[in-house]
């Protein structure tokens, strides 16, 4: 199985954009849903976005609007483009896949309803 491994990060300025990528097998492509999470040193794993095989896709609160979650299904590529970023968007962010059902039916951003994890890519957003 290719591990997953984030890309795309980096620093820019308040109201600037980023993609983030996550490579992955076709397997999982066509098996799982995936997700991206983020943390900050000191605080619990936050679910970002979510897009499960059917496309469906959901968002934290604090980022509707500003930020899709996408896959690029020939590619097995995982994105999240990030627009409007804002300093309190800054952490590390983790691409994670699942392959329970029940997870992918209730469209979750558990981070316990995910196995499979990258090591994750720095964003820094400052003022």
């Known amino acids: 199985q290719v591990p997953l491994v984030e890309s795309g990060g980096g620093s820019v300025q308040s109201g600037g954009s980023l993609r983030l990528s996550c490579p992955a097998s076709a397997f999982t492509f066509r098996r799982d849903c995936m997700a991206w999470f983020r943390q900050v040193p000191g605080k619990e794993r936050e679910g970002v976005a979510v897009i499960t095989t059917s496309d469906v896709t959901d968002y934290a609160d604090s980022v509707k609007g500003r930020f899709t979650i996408s896959k690029d299904n020939a590619k097995n590529i995982l994105y999240l483009q990030m627009n409007s970023l804002k300093p309190e968007d800054s952490a590390m962010y983790y691409c994670?896949?699942?392959?329970?059902?029940?997870?992918?039916?209730?469209?979750?951003?558990?981070?316990?309803?995910?196995?499979?994890w990258g090591q994750g890519t720095q964003v820094t957003v400052s003022s």
């Open positions: 994670a896949s699942t392959s329970k059902l029940w997870a992918c039916a209730d469209v979750s951003l558990r981070p316990d309803d995910y196995g499979s």
